[in-house]
């Protein structure tokens, strides 16, 4: 038997003759249920709004997207196209042609970037779940689709074929520009606004989406080129094979991103806040958390006689330090169980009954993750082990003798 763990017990569960001991035992075991339920909730919380963030991202973004390592444009011919078709794990591709335009309407001007995307890209990516008014342009008709903002800066309006909205570009070349007359400056065309599309601030300026062959008309490209090849994969498809035979197919050096690749900055924004909250919520943790400490040398002093008796019997100065740092161990785990048990329940009535809301039709995001759970349990075990052990430190030849 582990002597010292056996009278840990016995302190903890029997009631000091002292009351205001007690009360500070309760006290401090209370701060650590709340120092837990806290950070748990938070981290909860804050999974919840990380997804939340990301869940509008994340429907825009492929699964794997190909871009070329250097200048803009990557050669796929008609005979690497079907090899990528026969890729094993890849359901369908889309090409796509992007380049920086100036946008004009009834003297307004905007820069985007043109998106042109093919047929299959509706499979690639969801476009009803972004579409926000009207619908989706068609092929071969001189349409596109703009974002929410775009559209506010241009005051446009969809359908209205009576005035056309004008891209430019500037013609390939070199040397510097002498002439005054644009249209040997910049290739123009005109489309008319079949619809709006909504994903977040940044992304509602920033694309104009067409089809691919109007795109290719207006940059001058000819079949073979194309900006970015953007994948959607088969569920459980080994996404390292499909990247070497993607990289085998293509004949120039291309880059490969997975969704969190493409985002790579959101992401790393998102985990370093995450990272902050953590450390912020568990230094207030563990300021309630050193009331254990404070508890366990109230009950050093006040069991003094018992130690000199403990001593008297053989037990070593190490084995009563020990004696009391268990309970204090014990009095940490005590709360950290209770307190993970209420965030648990607060967290899972949230989900499902969204009590606390954001506004009046959307409940407070949060999402139940057990690592959360077990980030909690070490980091109040840690930091209770931590302050019992320095109390249990106080116990000295001096105070025996």
């Known amino acids: 038997m582990n002597f010292p763990l056996y009278i840990a017990k016995r302190y903890l569960y029997s009631k000091s003759s002292k009351n205001a001991v007690n009360i500070i035992s309760r006290i401090a075991v209370s701060a650590v249920v709340v120092g837990a339920m806290a950070l748990f909730i938070v981290l909860s919380g804050f999974a919840g709004l990380r997804d939340f963030s990301l869940e509008f991202t994340n429907v825009f973004d492929s699964d794997l997207k190909v871009i070329p390592e ?16 026969a890729i094993p794990g890849v359901a369908v591709f889309s090409k796509t042609i992007e380049e920086r335009v100036s946008l004009q309407y009834k003297g307004r001007n905007h820069i985007a970037f043109i998106k042109g995307v093919d047929k299959d890209y509706e499979k690639v ?6 579409l926000f008014l009207s619908k989706w342009f068609e092929a071969g008709m001189d349409e596109a689709v703009i974002g929410t903002i775009t559209a506010n800066k241009l005051s446009i309006s969809v359908n209205d074929y009576a005035n056309l909205l004008d891209v430019y570009v500037p013609k390939p070349g070199t040397g510097q520009i002498t002439a005054l ?9 005109s489309l008319v606004v079949s619809g709006m599309y909504s994903v977040n601030e940044e992304l509602d300026s920033k694309y104009i989406f067409t089809d691919i062959d109007f795109a290719r008309d207006l940059l001058s490209l000819d079949s073979t080129k194309v ?3 953007e994948f959607k994969l088969q569920p459980g498809a080994d996404e390292a094979k499909i990247r070497e035979e993607i990289t085998a197919i293509l004949p ?3 880059i490969i991103k997975n969704r969190i690749q493409q985002n790579d900055a959101l992401y790393k924004m998102l985990n370093a806040e995450n990272l902050f909250v ?7 943790a563990a300021i309630a958390i050193f009331n254990i400490a404070g508890t366990i040398i109230m009950m050093i002093l006040e069991k003094k006689g018992n130690i000199k008796t403990m001593i008297s019997m053989g037990l070593t100065i190490n084995e009563v330090r020990r004696i009391f740092f268990f309970e204090g161990f ?7 169980t209770i307190g993970l048990l209420l965030g648990v329940i607060t967290v899972l009535l949230q989900l499902q009954y969204g009590f606390i809301p954001i506004t009046a039709t959307l409940p407070y995001p949060v999402r139940f993750e057990f690592i959360n759970i077990l ?8 930091l209770g082990g931590l302050a019992s052990k320095i109390a249990s430190r106080r116990i000295t030849e001096r105070l025996v003798a």
Do not use: R, W
């Not at 953590?278 to 207030?284: G, R």
């Not at 980030?375 to 075990?381: L, R, W, Y």
């Open 125 to 130: 990516t969801p476009v009803d779940s972004i």
């Open 70 to 85: 250097s200048g803009k444009i990557i050669e796929l011919s008609q005979a690497n196209t079907d090899k990528l078709k």
């Open 278 to 284: 953590y450390i912020f919520v568990s230094l207030i």
């Open 375 to 382: 980030i909690v349990f070490v980091t109040i075990a840690a």
């Open 252 to 254: 120039t050096e291309v």
């Open 227 to 229: 900006s970015s090849v």
């Open 181 to 189: 007359d644009l249209s040997t400056i910049f290739n123009k065309k």
């Open 330 to 336: 014990l009095m940490t785990l005590i709360g950290a």
